[in-house]
Structures are given as C-alpha cells and as structure tokens.
C-alpha cells in the first residue's frame, strides 16, 4: 500500500522548496480565470458604451457642454443601450471568454503534464471515459434537486440572472457555449493544471478538495458554487483514479448537456398538461436508472498504476569513475570506497 504522503512529480526542485509558492502556484491560475472573465466583460463593456454613445450624439446632436442636462441625457441613453446589448450577448461574451480561458491555459497544462508521474497503466482510454461521462448526469441531477429544496436557488439572485441569460439564448448556442467549450475550458484549469500542482505537493484527497472548492467560488453565488464543489470532488477524483484529463472532460461535457437539454425541455412544460411533463420525466429516470446501474462496473474499473521511483534512482557503483563522479557532482551520494587489497 503506498504511504507516500503525494504523487511523485518532477516538478524543478527551487517551485517545490518555498511553501508559500507552493500554494500560490495552485491558487493563481483561479485568480487568472477572473481577470480574464472581468477583462473580456470590461472591453465588451467600453466598446458597447462607446459605440451607443456615439451613436446617440449622431441621432440628437452633440449634447451642449454648458448644459449638465444634455450631458447627462446623452449618457443615460447610451448606458440604457449598452447595458441591452450586453444582456443580449451575454452568452457569446461567455464563449468568447473561454476561448480566451484555452488560449492562455492550454500552454500552461502542456508545460504541467511533463512533470506528471508515469502511469503504467493508465486506463485514459474508453471504459472510464464512458461510464464516468454516462454515470455523473443522474448524480447532478440529484444535487440539483436536493439545492433546489434546500431554497438555495430562490435566495440567490446572482444564479437566477445567470439561469436567465442562459435559457434565454438559442439552444445551440447554449449547446456549444455551455456543454462544450465551457466544460473544457474548466477542466483544464481546474483538474488540468490546479490539481495536478496541488498533487504534487498534498496528499490526494486534500488536493481534490482545494481545487474543488476553487472550482466553486469562482462560480460567484451559492447554488452554483455548492454544485460545482459537489461535481468537482466527482471530476477530481475521476482525475485521480484513471490519471487521463479526459475522464473529467466528458463528464462535465456530459453534465453539463444533460442539464441543457433538460432546462430546454422544462420551458416547454405546462403543469397541467400531462403530455408535455412526460418527456422530462422519462428522461430524469432513464438518467437516474443508467447512473444506479453504471455506479457498480465504475467502482469496480480498474485505476492508473503510478510509477514510484526507487528512492537513489542512480545506480552507485562500487568505485566510481572520475566520468561519472562529474556527472553526478552537484547531487548527494555516499560512496562505497573500496577498500585497496592488500
């Protein structure tokens, strides 16, 4: 049984020395996604203001400097407008933010998946990819009811106004924005470079839950923040266990789709026409009876073997040449001197 207290990664030595590093090192890309997602909104934001503003000055005139009124009436009309556009466009603002989210990160993940450990066997490949990704969609469902009857969803109004900017978008737009590119682009900060930097220096479980709870803060409101722990300790486990990013991929792709496809169907539902409630609720069970049979075969399926390397990786030999005592000059060893025969 491994008693190591972390995965062995072959992170350079002078990020691994200094604890507070350490710990930055996990907690700034987190801090990175936010200033992306605010700079995206800030530029969107000024473009939009100056564009109204603009065009609210051609349609009345260039406001009189003298008279605060004009002044005041020109920008009230071109905040009005702005703030129109950006709720209409929102979601595309979203999908533009993630693509920007892959541009930096992608880089970043590439240079952290070098230092990971060699799997023996990782098991990446379809089994654990497709029982994670059709095992998760019932397990959300369940926690998004249980929030649901918790009130955490009526007490926030930050996640009503996100609901509400997604379901008020087109379904495919919904489709690529929020069940493709997001998911991705999540994963790979979260389970792709957050948790694996935290594996190398904490023991797993802990590692699994500091990038989960960084997952859900950065959702901003309770209910989304609570599920997104909750989905989080699923993807950063399946992480874990099969050692393949896209384990966690296809299961947040597939929460997320099912949730989409659900919420699309929900809009359509009037409470006292029983064929219209129907097919959501076939759905919910088909959904809730795969995950109860699929929990089984997934516990089951077999995790990526580490590679744990021997703790002197070097063979030392008995009396070392002056070649190799100068290979090995800036590393610790204890020669074995022979003694001269006599």
Known sequence: MNKRKHDPYNFPEYLQRNPVRRIWRVIYPALLFILIQVAVTVIFSMIAYAVFTVQAMLSSGIPNLTDYRDIILTILTATEKAAKFLAKYSMRMVM???IAVLAVFIP?????RRYRPTAVKNAAPARPIAL???????ISLVLSIIIGLLGMNEISETFQQVMEMITGTSFVLQVVAVAIIGPIAEELIFRGVILNRALSWMP??????LSSALFGVIHMNIPQ?????????????SYVRFRSLWVPVAAHISINLTSTIINRMSQSVDANDPMTVFPVTILMIAVFALSAVLIYPWLKTKNASIVYPDPD???VPAMPSPAFAE??????FVWRIAEDDE
């Open 96 to 98: 533009i933010t993630d």
């Open 108 to 112: 970043m993940w590439f240079k952290t």
């Open 327 to 332: 290979t090995h000059k800036s590393q610790e």
């Open 313 to 315: 990786p070097v063979s």
């Open 225 to 237: 923040g609570v599920f997104a722990f909750c989905i989080g300790m699923i993807c950063g486990w």
């Open 204 to 209: 797993r479980w802990s590692a699994v839950v």
């Open 132 to 138: 994670t990704a059709l095992l998760v969609p019932g």
